[in-house]
Every structure is written in C-alpha cells, then in structure tokens.
C-alpha cells in the first residue's frame, strides 16, 4: 500500500494584496493566507490514490508557525499526519534550498513510495521544487503529470501534457517524485465533519536539527539567488472609452480600428 | 563569459544565442542539442553566428527515450568541462524540467521565465512576473547560474555559422521510460502566433454564444482565445487557448478582450500585445484600465454591431 508524501506552500493569497501603483508598493499586511492553489490538486490526487490503494498520505510543508493552517486544511482533504519544517534559519530559503530542506525531511520519514508536488507555486511560480527535490533524493521524477495512470507496488505510468497538445506516457519505478499539473483533477471541498475531525490529526515540527540540516546550506546563507527589489508593474495603455448606444459605440471602436492600421477582410 | 545553452527544440536556439550574447555579454557560447529529436538537422538550425561549438547529445535511437533524462546528464558533462558563467534552457515544459535539476546537479543558482536578463556590477540580474502577475520581481546572482528564457522573448540571431560539432554520447540510464507518445488533436489554431487574437470571457453565458465571434474573428483574420473559467473550469475551449499567466503568452498586433474583467492573471498573458481593446458591460473592470480602447457595453449588443460597422466602412 502506498505511502504518499505531499509538499504544499502556505502563500499570501495574490488576490488580496494591496497594490499601490503610484507609490510602487505592494503591501502584504493584513492579506488572507491560503494554500497554493495548485497544491490543493496535489492533496487531491494523493487522497485519491489512497481512496483507491490504501496506504496513508504525509503533508510536509516548509513554512512557518502559520503553516500550520495550511497543512489543518490538508488533513482535512483527507492526508493523514503533517509535518512542519520550521525554524528561523529556514527564513530566506530560495526554491532549490527549501528543496533541500525538502528532502531531509523525505528522508527522516524514510519509507516512502510517492512524492507528490505542484508544477508551481502561486505566489512565485518557479516550479524548481519538484525537479530539484528529484535531484537531492536521486529517484525518478516524472513533470507536468496530468493523469496517473497506473500505480503498482513498484512501479507508476503517467500521462504528462506538454505543449501544443503533446501527451507522453511514461513509467518509473517507485519510489519517484512527481509533479502534476492543475487539470489533473478537481480538488474537493472537505465537510465540516473532516474539518473538524482534522484537528485530532497529528502535526509535528520539525527543526534544522532535527532534520539535521547542513547550516551553511539552508537560509539565506545558502541561497544563491537573491530578490532585490519588487515593483508595480506598469501599464502605458490610452485608455480611450467609448460609452453609449451600441451602434453608436461600435461605430467609434471601427473607426478607431481603422485608424490603428488594422485590416478589415 | 563561457555560455552554454540548450532547447530540445532547436528553432529557439537561436533565441537564446542573442540572450548569451546581446544580454549578458558571452563572448564564447556553446550551443547543446538532441541529436535524434525528430527533426532532422538540428545543429544546422543551431548553427547561427555567434556559437562555437555545437554539442549533440547522442542518445539511443529509439525515440522513446526520455528527453530531459538525456538533456540534464549530456549537459552536465557539458557544464563541467566548459565551466560556463551561466546556462540558458528555453523555457518549454521540458526546459523547465531540465534547468532546476541541472542547476541542482551543478550546485548552481536557478532563475526560471528569466525576463530581460543582463548584467548588473557583475552580477546576473533577471525580472520575473510574481505574485500572480502583481509584482516584478528583481532577482540577481553572483554565482553561475541556470536560467530559463520564455520563448519569443528575444529576437533569433541569424547569419552563417560553422561552428565545432561534437557528437557526445549519452547514457542517462532508463530512470523514466517512455512508453508513448500521442498528440491530442489541437486543431491548427495557435494563439501565440497570430497577429490578431479576440479572447472570450465570463460574460459569455453559454458555449453557443462564443460562435458571436466567429463572424468578427474572420473579418479580422484573427483567432479565438479565452480566459480561464473558459478552459479550465467550464471546458468550452481546450487548454491550449488559454490567455494568461497559467497559460499562453500572446503578444499579437491587436488584443480584444471581450467579457473579461482583466483579472491581473489574465493580463500577465496579454500585457505586451500591441494595441488592446476592451468591451465589458462594468464600466469598472479593472481591464479598462489595460486597454487602449474600450466600449462600455453589452457584448451580445456590441459584438454585432461591431462586425456590421466593420463591414460597412473597410476600404
Ligand atoms: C494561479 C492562478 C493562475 C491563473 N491563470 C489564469 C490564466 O492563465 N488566464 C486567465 O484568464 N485567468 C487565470 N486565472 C484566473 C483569474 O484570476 C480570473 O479568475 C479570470 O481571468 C477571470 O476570467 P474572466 O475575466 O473571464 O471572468 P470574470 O472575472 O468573471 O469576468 C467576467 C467579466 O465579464 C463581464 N460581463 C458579464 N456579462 C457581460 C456582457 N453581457 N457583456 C460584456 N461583458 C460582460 C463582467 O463585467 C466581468 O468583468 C488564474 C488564477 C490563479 C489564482
């Protein structure tokens, strides 16, 4: 029976954030906090493989206390146990580091058959955490998964769904990391039943030295990449607006078309 | 600056010879392709002035094997003897397998969709859309790094090359097996090439009504695209027509969003399009603020009267 490992991100959800354009500033506070949305799809398929194998799901989440709520809402998607990795020298972790710190963790669990990630975050959307997870446990990785197709005690076939329409089977043998994308399922809204049932569910934190991290490799320290600045992006548009009449407005939108050089078959 | 770059699809290449060279000053840059992709001739279409050296990556005839399996273990050979400042993967699905994990590998940084690279006091600085398309992130490295450069991004280098081939033959191990391919019929529209692009929205209210535009879409020579409720959620059009951060990046000559409240996802795909214009029946759609022209109105009024107009008055 399979044993799943999910990694999800606790994010500031992108739609709440308070854009100030004209001072070029993005302000955080106060903004809601959800789990990336493409995790959710992640959850999902473990669930279901469980639903359908047996076997038992382990959220893992590098975050901090507020991660908590994040993984909470897992459990109550139907993962099992959860697990936060958290601790301040964390903090400033690029996407390869928390990889890293990843996959410590994947390895203190030590028996394990699937790791299930997104494509991508929805607050920065690198899509380096799979891949480079992958890299750091040296297993199999399959991307872009948009249907398992089969899954055995040794072995996983998939179907992934790369550009304009290409749709590649592949196997692996287990275990392997896959990343999956968003139109593999449809996420499930948990009851209020599992919600509250989730809070017996158990969650234990994790440290650098309990993971036994490497120091020099975790933090900003180790992070090879830096942010140095966020901006506003800018919109130079001429915001020309037609009110009115249909005909009316319709006929002043041709006009302006014709006017732009636009050819009219 | 040693350089090496690499797409699985040869044609973008070039794309990334200008990137390496223009963009952050390679001055020796060494191209990597699959020497059995299904086209044939592939360090041909990479031989573009400005690459010395072409590495094809031979790998077991059998076109079923895994790609990106071949690509990071011949480029890491690659990497390790050509000790590059910086490695650029086109950023297609597969090149976005390959970068992070070749990075990894190489104990290198990782810069992924890497917009406008360059050099800064010698350091690499790239901008990358975050925050769902709110935020322009300024990222810098000092190290050497792996990035990957969105397609179409820079204009292809040309002119005659005779660069050094070096067929190499890599042996990846059968980690992932391939054990079929199939192409899931697209139709022969593509979005991302087209000059005129009339993407669909919410304000549609059945999949009957998207036939509105195909009178209008044929006027203009254009092609139909949609935001995501559309795709994803309501499946009234494939994936692949999407328009937007989780989709397709279109940069055509004219945009119209009809029925789409420009949510900051949305616009992330469409925000380089030449001229864009709006029709939205919310006089506050955030759209209106993104576009050159907007008609304040109902679509299912507008849109006709839009395509009679257009009749009546073209030359
Ligand atoms: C991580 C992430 C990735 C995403 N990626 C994408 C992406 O790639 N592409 C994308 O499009 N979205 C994406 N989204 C979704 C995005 O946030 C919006 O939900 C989506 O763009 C909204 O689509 P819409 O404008 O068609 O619908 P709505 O926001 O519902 O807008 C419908 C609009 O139609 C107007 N309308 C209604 N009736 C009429 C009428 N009769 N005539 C004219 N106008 C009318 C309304 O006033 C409204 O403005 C993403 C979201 C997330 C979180």
Same mark, same amino acid.
């Given at each position: ?41 992640? +959850? ?9 194998? #047996? ?8 975050? #901090? ?43 203190? +669990? ?9 494509? #991508? ?6 899509? +380096? ?73 158990? +969650? ?62 | 600056?040693?350089? /090496? ?81 910086? /490695? ?90 391939? /054990? ?114 907007? /008609? ?20």
């Amino acid at each position: 029976m399979p044993e799943i490992i999910v990694c999800i991100k606790h994010v500031y959800d992108e739609t709440d954030l308070r854009i100030d354009r004209v001072n070029n500033r993005i302000d955080f506070e106060g903004a809601k906090t959800k789990i990336s949305d493409d995790d959710k799809n992640a +959850i999902e398929e473990a669930v279901r493989i469980k639903e359908k194998h #047996g076997g038992s799901v382990t959220v893992l989440s590098l975050g #901090g206390a507020e991660a908590r709520k994040s993984i909470k809402e897992a459990l109550a998607m139907g993962c099992d146990k959860g697990r936060l990795l958290v601790d301040p020298v964390f903090d400033g972790s690029d996407a390869i580091r928390t990889a890293y710190v990843l996959s410590l963790a994947v390895k203190k +669990i030590g028996k394990f058959d699937l790791v299930i990630t997104a494509s #991508g975050s929805t607050d920065i959307y690198s899509g +380096i955490v799979g891949p480079s997870l992958a890299e750091f446990l040296k297993i199999p990785l399959i991307t872009f998964v948009t249907k398992i197709s089969e899954l055995s005690s040794n072995k996983i076939t998939a179907e992934r769904t790369l550009e304009e329409g290409l749709v590649e089977t592949v196997e692996c043998d287990l275990p392997a990391v896959v990343s999956i994308s968003r139109e593999i399922n449809q996420p499930r809204f948990p009851t209020l039943l599992q919600i509250m049932s989730a809070g017996k569910k158990e +969650i234990l934190e994790w440290n650098s030295q309990s993971l036994g991290a490497e120091l020099s490799l975790v933090g900003k320290t180790g992070s090879k990449i830096q942010v140095e600045a966020l901006n506003v992006p800018k919109s130079a548009r001429k915001r020309i607006i037609f009110e009115g009449s249909p005909e009316d407005t319709a006929s002043k939108l041709a006009d302006a078309l014709l006017k732009e050089g636009i050819e009219v078959k | 600056m040693t350089s /090496v770059i690499f797409s699985e699809n040869p044609r973008l290449v070039p794309e990334l010879v200008t990137a390496a060279i223009e963009k952050l000053g390679a001055v020796d840059v060494r191209a990597v392709v699959l020497a059995s992709s299904q086209e044939t001739g592939a360090s041909k279409i990479a031989s573009v002035k400005g690459v010395s050296k072409i590495y094809e990556l031979k790998h077991d005839a059998s076109n079923l094997v895994s790609q990106e399996q071949v690509a990071v273990k011949g480029l890491e050979i690659v990497c390790n003897e050509a000790r590059p400042s910086f /490695v650029l993967v086109a950023a297609t699905r597969r090149g976005r397998e390959v970068a992070p994990r070749l990075a990894t590998r190489l104990g290198y940084a990782c810069i992924t969709d890497a917009l406008n690279p360059r050099l800064e006091e010698g350091r690499i600085v790239a901008e990358r859309v975050v925050w769902g398309g709110n935020a322009i992130a300024k990222i810098s490295t000092k190290d050497a790094v792996v990035m990957t450069i969105p397609p179409k991004a820079h204009e292809p280098a040309t002119g005659e090359a005779n660069p050094e081939l070096r067929p190499l033959e890599v042996n990846p191990g059968a980690e992932v097996r391939v /054990v079929g391919r199939s192409q899931k019929p697209t139709g022969k529209v593509n979005i991302k090439d087209a000059d005129v692009v009339i993407s669909a929205g919410r304000g549609f209210k059945k999949k009957e009504d998207l036939s509105l535009l195909d009178e209008l879409a044929q006027l203009l020579n254009g092609v139909i695209g949609a935001s995501r409720p559309l795709t994803s959620d309501l499946g009234w059009m494939p994936e692949e027509r999407q328009v937007g951060l989780s989709g397709v990046t279109v940069k055509p000559k004219l945009y119209i969003a009809v029925g789409i409240s420009g949510q900051i996802q949305h616009l992330t795909g469409m925000r380089d399009s030449k001229l864009v214009v709006a029709i939205n029946t919310d006089k506050n759609a955030p759209i209106f603020q993104e576009c050159d022209y907007g /008609v304040v109105g109902d679509l299912y009024c507008v849109i006709p009267a839009l395509i009679r107009a257009l009749r009546s008055k073209k030359v």
